[in-house]
C-alpha cells in the first residue's frame, strides 16, 4: 500500500467535484440550492444577524425563515465579504467538507478494520455519483456528512484514549450534524456500539456519557425553539405526518421502498455497485469493530422509516448511507482485489465491476451537469429578463410548479411563489393589496399534463384587462398588476337578519336562528370518528363572521404569535394554542359589558358551516374551491380574511385557511353516546377539538364533518379560532 495512496483519492476527488463549478443554480435541486444561497445572500446584504436567516420568499416581510441551523450559508456570507458575491465559493465550501469527509472515513476505516480497506472506502466514496454531485452543490449535505463522520471519528478516539479535548470535539460535530438535519440523532446507535464495545455492562453508569447526550440535545433545543419562536415562514420541519416525517402509511407502501431501492440502486451506486455492497454485508467480520458499520447502517434504515416523505421526495435525503455502505464496499475489494493468495479469477470480475462502477457513475454525472446548462434553461433566460424589466425593489408573485422559488433568487427579487392552481382574480388582488407589482411565469407547467383545464387560468391571466403586459415570448410571461382596477368593492353578501360588534376588535357576530340537524358523515365518505350520523338540535347563537384575525389578536393580546405575519393584520391569527384562545376570549370579555364571548362548541360550529344544518359537504356548497383556502390552491400559506365565497349565512373561512378551536374535549366515539340538544362535548379529555381544514390540509380533510384534536398546549401553523356567543 503506497504511503500516500490517499492524496491521490483526494486530488481525484477533488477533481470530478469542482467540474462545473461556475454553474449558476439551475439543473437538479435547484430549489434547495436557491433556498440555501437565498439565505446566504439576505445575510450578505442584510447584515450578518446569524439568528435570523432570511429567504425572498417571504412577500413583504422581513422573511426570517425556520429552517435548520444555518451555518453552512453563513459561511458563504462571510466569504462573498471577502471575495464578493460568487456562488462558486459556496460550491467550493461544499467540495472542502466533502473532502474532509473523504479523509476522516478513510481514518476512521483504517481504526476500525484496517488500510486498505480504508483506502478502498475512500475511493468509492470519491468518486460514486451522488455523492460527487452533492460534494459540490450550494447546500449543507457534505457539511451535514463530514460533521457525521468526524463526530464518529473522534468519539471512537476518545473511547479509546479518554482525552477530554476529544470528547469535546465529538460533541461538537455531532451537535453540528443534528442542528443541520435533526434526524442525524440516529448516529446514537453506532456511537452507543463503540461505548458498549468499550464499557459493556457499565455503559448507562458513565456520567460522561450523559453529559455527552445533554450537551448534544440542549443544543438542538436551543435552535429550533428560537427560530420557532421568531419565524415569520417555514421550511415545515416539524409538521408532523404532514411533511417530511411521520409517514407511517408510506413507509407500509411498496411504491416507497421501490423508489428508495431505485435511486440508490441508480443514482448512488451506479448501478454494479450494489451488488458489491450486499456482498459486503455478508462478509464475515474479522473483529468486533467491525460492526460498528452494521449499526451505523441500521440506525440509517430506521432512519428511512422515520422520514418517510423527505426521503421519498429528495434524493439527497439517501447521501448519508454512502458512508457505511462505501465501506462494505471496500471490504469486498481489499479482500479480493489484487490479492496474491486468491488465484480462482475474482480480481478480474472485480475489474470489471469497477470499470462498470467508474463508467455508469461518469454516465450520470454528465447527466446531472448537462441539467446546468446555461442556454437551454428556461428559468435562467426569465430571471434575466426580469432583472432588466422589473424594478430592483418591486415586489414580484411568481407562478411555478410546486412552489418553487428559484426565480425569485435568480432574478434577485423578493415577494411571493404560488402554484398554477393558485392563480385567479382574489389571489392576485390579496397580493397586490400587500404590495406585489408584478406577476411572472410561464404558459405551460407540468401539471398541465393531468389537469389541462388549468392552463385555461395562466392564459385568462396573461389577456386579463387588470393587467398590463410586460414581457412574453410564447413561453414565459411578466405582467404588471393594474391596483387602480384591482380593488372594486366586494358586493354584500346575503346576511342573516342581526348582527354584533364585540368591542375594541369590531369583529362582527351573525345571530344563528337555532334547529335541528343531521350531524356527522352525511356523505359517507369521512373518518370514524365522524359517525354515526345524528340528529342534533341547538338554541340560537350568535357566530363571528370571520376567523379572528391578526389585527384583532394584537388589539387584545399586544402581539402576534402568527408565523405568517407578513400575511396582514386582515389575516387570520394562528400559532395559538387552545389556552391561549382562551386568554383572549377572558381579556375580550373583561372589555364587555355584559357579553360573554367563548369558543363555538363542536355542534354549533358544524350547524354553522353547514349554513344551518343543510347538508353541505363544503362550508357554502359542494365546490370547494370556491369556498376555502385549501392544500391545492393556497400557495402554503394563509391568505386574508374573507377573500372566499361566505356561506349561506355569511360566514367566510368556515372551511380552509386556518383550522378553529371549539371548546369540546374529544373523544373518538363521543358522537355514539351524544345527546341531542345542544350536546357540549365529553367531560374529560386529553386533547380539543379543531374543526374546518386550513391551508395545508387535502380535500377530504376540508369538509364540514372533519374534525381533528390536538393536546390544548399546541400551537400549529395553520390553526386559529374563531367567536361565539350565547344569545
Known amino acids: 500500500m503506497k504511503k500516500h495512496a490517499i492524496l491521490l483519492v483526494l486530488a481525484l476527488a477533488f477533481i470530478l467535484r469542482v467540474d462545473h463549478i461556475t454553474s449558476p443554480l439551475i439543473g437538479e435541486h435547484h430549489w434547495r440550492q436557491a433556498d440555501t444561497a437565498s439565505i446566504s445572500r439576505n445575510y450578505y446584504e442584510n447584515g450578518f444577524h446569524f439568528l435570523y436567516p432570511q429567504v425572498n420568499w417571504g412577500g413583504n416581510s422581513s422573511g426570517v425563515v425556520e429552517c435548520e441551523f444555518p451555518v453552512y450559508s453563513y459561511a458563504v456570507a462571510l466569504l462573498y465579504k471577502f471575495f464578493g458575491e460568487h456562488e462558486y465559493l459556496g460550491r467550493l465550501l461544499s467540495v472542502l467538507a466533502s473532502l474532509i469527509t473523504i479523509s476522516f472515513l478513510y481514518l476512521l476505516v483504517k481504526k476500525q478494520i484496517n488500510e486498505k480497506t480504508a483506502l478502498w472506502s475512500a475511493f468509492f466514496y470519491a468518486v460514486l455519483p451522488l455523492n460527487v454531485f452533492l460534494g459540490r452543490t450550494f447546500q449543507p449535505e457534505a457539511t451535514l456528512l463530514m460533521a457525521s463522520v468526524v463526530a464518529i471519528y473522534f468519539f471512537s478516539e476518545w473511547i479509546a484514549t479518554g482525552k477530554w479535548h476529544l470528547f469535546i470535539f465529538s460533541a461538537f460535530f455531532l451537535s453540528l450534524a443534528c442542528l443541520l438535519k435533526p434526524q442525524t440523532l440516529y448516529l446514537g446507535l453506532p456511537l452507543l456500539f463503540l461505548a458498549w464495545d468499550k464499557y459493556k455492562n457499565h455503559t448507562f453508569l458513565r456520567w460522561q456519557l450523559w453529559l455527552y447526550m445533554l450537551l448534544v440535545v440542549v443544543a438542538i433545543f436551543l435552535w429550533y425553539y428560537h427560530i420557532h419562536k421568531v419565524r415569520i415562514v417555514t421550511f415545515g420541519i416539524w409538521e408532523y405526518s ?99 493468495k486468491i488465484k480462482d479469477g475474482k480480481t ?148 342573516a337578519a342581526a348582527t354584533h360588534l364585540a368591542p375594541t376588535t369590531g369583529i362582527k357576530m351573525v345571530l344563528v336562528k337555532g334547529g ?40 387584545i393580546m399586544g402581539n402576534n404569535p402568527s408565523a405568517f405575519k407578513g400575511c396582514g393584520d386582515n389575516c387570520p391569527v394562528e400559532t395559538v394554542s387552545w389556552h391561549e384562545a382562551q386568554q383572549f376570549i377572558s381579556k375580550l370579555n373583561s372589555a364587555s359589558s355584559g357579553k360573554k364571548y367563548r369558543l363555538p362548541t363542536e355542534a354549533e360550529w358544524e350547524y354553522s358551516a353547514r349554513s344551518g344544518g343543510k347538508n353541505d359537504k363544503y362550508a357554502g356548497g359542494n365546490d370547494i374551491d370556491s369556498v376555502a383556502w385549501y392544500g391545492s390552491n393556497s400557495d402554503g400559506e394563509t391568505h386574508p380574511a374573507g377573500t372566499k365565497a361566505p356561506n349561506g349565512l355569511g360566514l367566510y373561512d368556515m372551511n380552509g385557511n386556518v383550522w378553529q378551536w371549539v371548546q369540546d374535549c374529544y373523544s373518538p366515539s363521543y358522537y355514539r353516546n351524544s345527546p341531542q340538544n345542544n350536546p357540549q362535548g365529553p367531560f374529560f379529555c386529553a386533547g380539543r377539538v379543531l374543526r374546518g381544514g386550513s391551508w395545508y390540509s387535502a380535500a377530504r380533510d376540508t369538509r364540514t364533518a372533519t374534525r381533528l384534536w390536538y393536546p390544548p398546549v399546541a400551537r400549529l401553523s395553520d390553526g386559529g379560532f374563531r367567536l361565539a356567543m350565547t344569545k
Not at 429528495?314 to 462505501?326: F, V
Open 348 to 495: 478480474a470480475l472485480l475489474a470489471l465491476c469497477l470499470a462498470g462502477i467508474l463508467f455508469f457513475s461518469f454516465d450520470t454525472l454528465h447527466k446531472y451537469f448537462k441539467a446546468e446548462d446555461v442556454k437551454s434553461s428556461q428559468m435562467l433566460h426569465l430571471a434575466e429578463v426580469i432583472n432588466k424589466k422589473v424594478e430592483r425593489n418591486a415586489l414580484i408573485v411568481i407562478i411555478a410548479d410546486d412552489g418553487d422559488p428559484s426565480l425569485l433568487y435568480l432574478s434577485h427579487h423578493k415577494g411571493w411563489v404560488v402554484i398554477p392552481k393558485a392563480v385567479y382574480n382574489p389571489f392576485y388582488e390579496g397580493k397586490a393589496r400587500l404590495g406585489a407589482a408584478y406577476i411572472a411565469g410561464y404558459l405551460y407547467y407540468k401539471e398541465f399534463a393531468e389537469n389541462p383545464e388549468e392552463q385555461l387560468r395562466i392564459k385568462e391571466l396573461v389577456a386579463s384587462k387588470q393587467l398590463e403586459p410586460v414581457f412574453s415570448d410564447g413561453e414565459s410571461f411578466i405582467m404588471k398588476l393594474l391596483l387602480s382596477s384591482l380593488f372594486v368593492p366586494q358586493a354584500a353578501s346575503k346576511m
Open 516 to 555: 335541528c340537524y343531521q350531524m356527522g358523515d352525511t356523505f359517507g365518505d369521512g373518518a370514524a370518528d365522524e359517525k354515526p350520523v345524528h340528529t342534533v338540535c341547538l338554541d340560537d347563537f350568535y357566530m363571528a363572521q370571520y376567523d379572528v384575525t391578526q389585527g384583532q389578536w394584537k388589539a
Open 242 to 340: 404532514m411533511d417530511k416525517w411521520g409517514n407511517w402509511d408510506m413507509v407500509l407502501s411498496l411504491y416507497y421502498w421501490k423508489r428508495i431501492f431505485s435511486v440508490l440502486l441508480e443514482r448512488y451506486f451506479a448501478w454494479i455497485g450494489f451488488p458489491i455492497f450486499l456482498f459486503g454485508l455478508f462478509l464475515k467480520r474479522k473483529n468486533p469493530r467491525e460492526r460498528l458499520f452494521d449499526f451505523w447502517l441500521i440506525a440509517i434504515l430506521v432512519y428511512f422509516i422515520i422520514v418517510a416523505r423527505g426521503n421519498y421526495e429528495h434524493d439527497y435525503y439517501q447521501l448519508p448511507i454512502m458512508l457505511p455502505a462505501c465501506v462494505f464496499m471496500g471490504k469486498v475489494f481489499s479482500r479480493y482485489f489484487m490479492n496474491d
